[in-house]
């Protein structure tokens, strides 16, 4: 079994045509009855070998390794990091209820939302996390995918772009760096965002920091379309559903009483604004163990001919 493009691949190819489809699926039911994908994820980041991988779904990854013994893991399908190690704890979140296939974008990890955020004039979310980005370099420790335009990207939106992703494991932290570059003559508008999903040992163990306090924040999830409201609190805790943007607030830290550990995320460049989304109780989805802290940029980005946008983000993990 064979996924298509290869990682030596030039061009973006939108996802599995209804045959691979069905491959995939036989690949599915087998992880399922060997009690689903926390279980296939935990076997394979197990892995020690840098490179390129390949899922029990057929999903081509990349595994970075650093010789400090951290380690990364990469999903061509949506350029998805789904895994950080450092010092043996996990920070990154996949759901349990995760397709991990391509029969769906991956639904944990750090996702991307590209060319748009939310709802809007083209799919929820954007495109970028739908199709298998091409493998343009990469180390042990790091790797450069890209994504540009196919007809499938072209249906919906159809520009001059040319996305490139970072992801480079260093000593004590985790770098991503994101490019947006304008191929054509003319401006483009779009939104970007990190739809970061961040493993919790508990939400009750959970306290989220930053320059939240005074800020403004969209509170998605009251009245019709959401409403504007300002924050009083220094830090934030999760005991009820969350879809929240939180306007200019760039500097999250979650601090994980259950695992002793924090992770700051350290938006440094062109991410501006700070999303939380939890769907709390919900068990399908295994709310209690993971936090979406997002990092976006809501206001759109317009690009001239031949301007490039960068957003900058790592990981740095330490002791509570
Ligand atoms: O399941 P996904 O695609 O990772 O998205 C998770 C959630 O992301 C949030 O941003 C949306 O408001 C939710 O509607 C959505 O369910």
Known sequence: FVVQPSATSSATTALFDSRQRQKVAARSSWIEKRGGMAQVEKKAVTKSASGLQTNEGGLEYVQLVHPSGSSSKVYLYGACVTSYIQDGTEFIAVRPDAKMDGSKPISGGLSHCWPQFGPGAIQQHGFARNVIWSVASMTDSSVELVMEPSDYTKEMWDKPFKCTFTVTLQEDQLDTKMWVENKGDDSFDFQAALHSYFAVSSLDKLEISGSFAGKEFLNKLVGDGGEMQTEDREVITISEEYDRVYKGVIDPVLKDAGTGKSL?????????????????????????????????????????????????????????
């Open 264 to 320: 700051a995320v350290l938006n440094t460049k062109g991410w501006a604004d700070t999303v939380i989304w939890s769907p709390y109780g919900n068990e399908a989805m295994g709310y209690n163990n993971f936090v979406c802290v997002e990092s976006v940029k809501f206001d759109p980005v317009t690009l001239n001919s031949g301007e490039t946008w960068v957003g900058d983000m790592s990981l740095k993990p330490s002791s509570n």
